[in-house]
Structures are given as C-alpha cells and as structure tokens.
C-alpha cells in the first residue's frame, strides 16, 4: 500500500479535480503490475494497473490489488473500476480507504463483495487520508482546499516597516513556492499585496502542471493599469472579487474590466462585521463550482489570511522561517484583524511535518480542530 501511495502521488497537478490514486497488483508476495492515476479523463489507477499485467502478458486471475482509494462503481469519464476487477478475476482487494463521492461512497465495496471478491479496508489509512484531503474536504463541503502561505523572520515578521519584503527566504523556498503556484487551480492576495508588490503569481522555472487563476481580493475596485496582474492577462486568467454593490455603482468601470478579459465576482459583506468585510466563501464556492478548483494557494497579506481564518476558511499553513531577526516593533507581522483576549482562544494548529530548505524551515500546519475525513 505504502508503493500504491507512492505511486498516487505522481498524479499530483495532472488529475484535479479527481483525486489522486495508485495500485499495484500482487501474486505470491510479489508486485506484478502497478498504475496511478496520471491525468484528468485518463485511466483509473486500476485500470492502468490491468492494462499493465496486459502489457507484460501476465494474467491477474486470482491476484491480490492494492488501492489507495475504493474503487468506483459508476460510469464517469472512465467505465466502473469495480466491475473491471470482478472481470479480471482478481481474489481479495485491499483498500486504504473508502471514496467519499457520491456515486461511488459505499457502493464499490458491496459490489465487489457480492462479486464473492474479499475485501479489506483500512491499511495506511492516516497516510492515504492526508494524500486525499483535498479532494474529500471538497466532495464534502463544495468547497476547494485553502493552503496559507507566508514567509516570516524568526520574530514573526513578513516585511519591514516601510513594506520591503525581498527577500526574507532563500532561493530553495522561493522554488517552493514556484512548484506550489504550478500545482493549485487558484492564487490569492489582498488588493494591498497586489499594489504593494506589483506581482505576476505565475510560476516560474519549474515544472507547470496546471495554469493558476490569479484572484484579488479586492473591494473598492482600486487595481490599476499599468500593473502584471493585468499586462498578463495572455498567460493565465484574472479574477477581481469586489464589492457586489459595485455592480449597480459602478457599472462603467467594470465593463471596462470585463472588457480586458477580466473576470469580475461580486462578494456580500459579512452581516455581523461593523468594518464591511466580504464574505469569501460565496468566492471559494465560485473557484469550486465554476472552474473546477480543489486547491486554492494563498498568498497574503496578513489582513487576507486574518480573514481566511477568521473566517474559518483556511486548511493548511505553510510558513516559511528565515534565520533572520527584524526586532522592530513597526514591522509587519503574517496575521492580522483577529483579537483574542486569551492563548486559549487563539487558532490552534496541528502540525504536520517540518522541512529545512538550505537554512530556512518549512513548517507544514493543519487548522484545528478539523472533523474526521472518513
């Protein structure tokens, strides 16, 4: 199982909004065929792991497959996987865990029992949750995954108090950074980091394996040409998410907006915040159901991720520390617009794994508490 894991994870990038999934194919101890999941519409882990036993002339009847998620049991871009097993002769399937989707959620496993195939479930189930979480947070809450990200000097800084910022991290986190940006279906930042820095948020000098939708949050409709955000428009797309009043307001402005390719998202204000801070869920649930996204990267300010987790929103930080010191009390901390009278009532965090990237340390968080996945 921990090969079908290993396996899955090559997936990463090409296969959303499905989920990522691997197996292999064991007979007398021995793996015989393995396959994943490579690309959106292609085959299922399954099914490649069959057409694999084809390809070296090895007949799987009475073998044991390995699968990192339940195998489906409907008719989607790819024919039942199921039913190809129970065709294929295979004796006993081994699932990490089951597939929360709908169609497929606890019908798989009863078809293939009553096919007389033993089923186990529950092997490496922690690690194939984590592999999976994306997709079943989304196939739960219709909502995409939201990964925070910051770089910040050992006192908790993100830039100095005239807003210089570059560089707190060193190059190999920068690389990071650019591989996460070619992975997720959307970026975001405040309208603040959007004027401040000026950036692109495309990825550069890795590996693309999906164009990112640039998002900015960005109230009052202040963006404002020349800027990268809208000089490369060619390159991948725009979303401006404002105020929805700005609608009946402004009209003029927006329709020069739209006109540039731009698209443009009306978001309500929270009800019970006196400031007219927007709503971003009704965002989340737009990136989700119109374009299809399942991994949203954040990337700043602090007032965005303020409200990201105020807003409960956010699933993973990923923090950056540099082996650096600021001490001025001016300088610009990673979060803001949050107040807690006590520790106890802060946002607790759970952390997942730590990385060094030359001197600088990647601390990889979940946001707790999170509801079971299974």
């Known amino acids: 199982m921990r090969e079908a894991l290993r396996l899955a994870r090559q997936g990463q990038g090409h296969v959303e909004p499905n989920p ?24 299922h882990a399954e099914a490649q792991a069959l057409l694999d036993c084809k390809q070296k002339a090895i007949d799987p009847v009475g073998s044991t497959i390995y699968v990192t998620l339940e195998p ?8 039942p996987c199921a039913k190809a097993l129970i065709d294929a002769g295979i004796k006993r399937v081994v699932i990490a865990i089951p597939d929360p989707f709908d169609p497929v959620a606890g019908k798989g496993i009863p078809m293939l029992q009553d096919a007389g195939i033993e089923v186990q479930v529950g092997i490496c189930q922690d690690q194939a949750e984590q592999l999976a979480e994306p997709y079943i947070k989304r196939g739960r809450t219709h909502l995409p995954w939201v990964i925070v990200k910051w770089a910040q000097t050992l006192d908790g800084k993100t830039a100095t108090h005239s807003g210089d ?3 707190i991290s060193n190059d190999l986190s920068r690389q990071r950074v650019h591989q996460l940006r070619a992975r997720v279906d959307a970026i975001i930042v405040g309208i603040g980091t959007a004027r401040a820095d000026n950036p692109t948020l495309t990825a550069r000098d890795v590996k693309i394996k999906r164009t990112a939708r640039r ?3 960005d109230p009052k409709l202040s963006l404002q040409n020349p800027c990268n955000l809208l000089d490369t428009l060619d390159q991948a797309p725009l979303t401006l998410a404002i105020d929805q009043r700005l609608f009946d307001k402004e009209p003029d402005r927006l329709k020069a ?20 801070q927007l709503d971003l869920r009704p965002l989340l649930e737009h990136l989700s159901q119109t ?25 993973q930080l990923l923090a950056f520390l540099a082996p650096k010191v600021s ?27 730590t990385e060094q990237l030359g001197e600088d ?14």
């Not at 907006?257 to 007219?276: H, I, K, R, S, Y």
């Open 165 to 167: 910022s570059k560089w």
């Open 215 to 217: 998002v900015v949050i």
């Open 327 to 353: 001490g001025d009390p001016a300088a610009l901390g990673a979060v803001t617009c949050m107040s807690h009278k006590t520790i106890a009532d802060t946002t607790q965090l759970s952390l997942r794994s």
């Open 291 to 315: 374009h299809s996204a399942m991994n949203i990267l954040t990337e700043g300010g602090a007032h965005l991720t303020g409200q990201l987790l105020k807003q409960g929103l956010a699933d």
């Open 361 to 374: 340390v990647l601390l990889d968080y979940r946001v707790t508490p999170t509801p079971p996945l299974v």
């Open 72 to 79: 489906c049991s409907h008719f989607g871009k790819q024919p």
């Open 257 to 276: 907006f739209a006109e540039v390719g731009v698209e443009l998202l009306g978001l309500p204000t929270l009800p019970t915040d006196t400031n007219n």
């Open 20 to 43: 990522m999934v691997g197996s292999v194919i064991v007979r007398d101890g021995q793996i015989i065929a393995s396959g994943y999941h490579a690309r959106f519409g292609g085959l």
